[in-house]
């Protein structure tokens, strides 16, 4: 069973920076693409932003241009930094991986969310 833990949430004050990171409980080439998703109370999860296992990168227009998203496979770990940070980017933040299985069904898995406020 595939296990996703995610660390490095945080209290953080508007215009900081917090990185978060997800480490899988097996190598992440095995999986076609991460991510971060997030869900503010009272709200839906939404797409933060992916990244492929080639290292292609897409994110919400909300986030584009404060964070990216990174990937070290020797670490089976998946980065994602947020800089100039806003209150609005106040949420659980989880981590998302996405693979097929051997019937050829796309698979998702979930870590346990971090929470990251943004408040001064």
């Known amino acids: 069973q595939v296990q996703l833990a995610e660390s490095g949430g945080g209290l953080v004050q508007p215009g900081g920076s917090l990185r978060l990171s997800c480490a899988a409980s097996?190598?992440?080439?095995?999986?076609?693409?991460m991510g971060w998703y997030r869900q503010a109370p009272g709200k839906q999860r939404e797409l933060v932003g992916t990244?492929?296992?080639?290292?292609?990168?897409n994110f919400a227009d909300s986030v584009k241009g404060r964070f990216t998203i990174s990937r070290s496979n020797a670490e089976n770990t998946v980065y994602l930094q947020m800089n100039s940070l806003k209150p609005e980017d106040t949420a659980v933040y989880y981590c998302n991986a996405k693979k097929k299985d051997a019937w050829f069904r796309a698979v998702d898995y979930w870590g346990q969310g971090t929470q990251v406020t943004v408040s001064s």
């Open positions: 097996e190598s992440i080439r095995n999986f076609n693409s």
């Open positions: 990244i492929s296992a080639g290292g292609d990168t």
